[in-house]
């Protein structure tokens, strides 16, 4: 039985993680950590007996408490999750995301360490299979006019939010090289699904429609992200920490769209659901922010790495993932909650 | 007047640069911070009674102390030298790296941000041409077998103390990207002269020799570094703070060296001092550190672009600036401080 510590447990992409580990991997056990306790996710409710799964609330910046669960659990996998993830609120509030992703991600990686090593490239005998899985994304390569970046590419991050990402995944690749540690760093794109967070595009887009408001649309939906479906982003993580090259970067994209493809799939989705006298599509006004009107950014990146060494396709074409987030956000009468 | 917050003023590099810059520059009045109050640089001892400078106590690992020179001087210009910078120690002690240099970059950084600018790209009216200046090391793009690495290359640090300076980068780029401020980063190499500290390369090769002890060389003497002299340093970060493009990067090198051909010229100028029955040559022992041979490492990098753009040279040859450094140690009897 390995023993693997999952930091961010309670959010969309880790508690999907551990759910699916769990099944998938009977020799696994899971210690969970998060720095909410409360809104046990979905996904992990029925968990909650489950002798291969323990939760405690522990904030990454407390490094004698990570140290802690390092030495009660015996940890000897980690999958590290945890970080703030909001482009926008790392514009106003910068510190946090520093202490969190940055110093908070050391304080994973340097436990890790204390635990599995001896020495640098000595690592102790029970940890020598031992692994840390890093997420991140594809953000730390900054926006392109034209073209993909590969994992090649010199990181060029334009917000407070990315910068942190880079920072970190440095720290992790500088453990590599440093002490011998087997790392891996997945970098994905703008993962979505069933699960995820209401202040992320999809879920806005959805409260706005149905609550019959306008639906405003910055930099005239001309914004380029990558989409990746949650069960492509799980397969991912999936591949790259049980096949990936110690030291390696992978990132993991599924489709590329504009802004106002996304929103205008959505209301083609919701006149199916909830027909009206117009299209929710007469709905959208595009409209600049507060702070002016910015150049539309086009995040691009290949996926081609993780493909051809790690054989991963995305399986989920992009229509078909925004249904399933618009049946679940249905199904679930969350709909309601939000709007 | 202008006044500049420099940190880590009580460093080898920090002391220079605020004694050059007073010199040179009367328009500026400079508030220094160090961690360490002790032990005044002897550059800044004739500065203690000058009006244009004053010395606080200060750890930027504390944000708020930080924040609080900040508004006590109306800073409106940032030197930003504080850093911990020894590679093994960073082996041993990764986290003081972490928290100075990367959290503590930020800490500076976002200080700044919060004393000049209203919002993003929205710099407060009195600080419009406040500049950021960060102190870096060609070290954040590692080694390479050959050629030579430029401000282009992909950061890939090799040591935690690399890590964090890599880190630091791209926390102050992306403050540039992020909100528009006006940041400059200058990354020296292996910076040598007068007023070096203790711990470094050549006063312990001195130490070794003079003290009638062997000089142990590791990795056969073939690792290569870059050697830049502290008046070329000097000059660098002159002219990237007053002429450099904002949020651009500047490497600047002098001239790159295997550490056999330091040992061997710091033997030889002192034979020519306190020449003896043998060289000191005869000393120098190969030896392999304790955790086992390393493959040497190569550190190569282009100043092409600091060149093109600003026009800059090194002046100081390599020999002459041995010959300075060690004549230095020699008439302040500092050698028998260490001996």
């Given at each position: 039985m390995r023993t693997m510590l999952v930091t961010g447990g309670n959010g969309f992409l880790g508690s999907r993680f551990i759910h699916e580990l769990l099944t998938k991997y009977p020799a696994y056990q899971i210690v969970a950590i998060d720095h909410e306790a409360e809104d046990v996710p979905e996904l992990l409710r029925p968990l909650l007996a489950c002798k291969r799964y323990a939760f405690h609330r522990v904030d990454i910046r407390n490094n004698e408490a990570v140290e802690q669960v390092f030495e009660q659990y015996d940890i000897s996998e980690v999958a590290h999750f945890a970080a703030k993830t909001h482009v926008g609120e790392s514009m106003r509030n910068p510190g946090i995301f520093a202490e969190t992703n940055v110093l908070g991600t050391f304080h994973v990686l340097d436990a890790a360490r204390k635990h599995w090593m001896n020495g640098p490239f000595e690592?102790?005998?029970?940890?020598?299979?031992?692994?840390?899985?890093?997420?991140?994304?594809?953000?730390?390569?900054?926006?392109?006019?034209?073209?993909?970046?590969?994992?090649?590419?010199k990181y060029d991050p334009i917000s407070p939010y990315a910068a942190s990402k880079a920072?970190?995944?440095?720290?992790?690749?500088?453990?590599?090289?440093?002490?011998?540690?087997?790392?891996?760093?997945l970098q994905a794109t703008n993962v979505f699904g069933p699960h995820q967070q209401n202040d992320k595009l999809i879920p806005i887009i959805m409260k706005k429609a149905l609550s019959g408001s306008t639906i405003p649309v910055y930099s005239g939906g001309e914004d380029v992200h990558d989409w990746l479906y949650i069960d492509d982003f799980w397969r991912a993580a999936d591949a790259v920490f049980h096949l990936g090259n110690a030291g390696e970067t992978y990132l993991a994209a599924g489709t590329a769209l504009k802004t106002i493809e996304i929103v205008e799939r959505l209301c083609q989705t919701l006149d199916r659901h909830f027909p009206g006298n117009d299209s929710y599509l007469s709905r959208i006004r595009f409209v600049e922010p507060a702070d002016g009107a910015k150049a539309p950014h086009r995040f691009a990146v290949s996926a081609d790495k993780l493909h051809q060494q790690l054989e991963f396709t995305p399986e989920t074409d992009v229509e078909r993932g925004i249904q399933e987030t618009v049946d679940w956000m249905l199904s679930k009468k969350r709909i309601w909650e939000v709007v």
């Open positions: 690592p102790k005998p029970a940890y020598s299979g031992s692994r840390f899985l890093h997420i991140s994304t594809d953000q730390v390569y900054g926006p392109r006019a034209e073209g993909f970046a590969d994992e090649t590419f920072s970190s995944d440095l720290m992790v690749s500088g453990f590599h090289e440093s002490y011998g540690m087997d790392t891996v760093i």
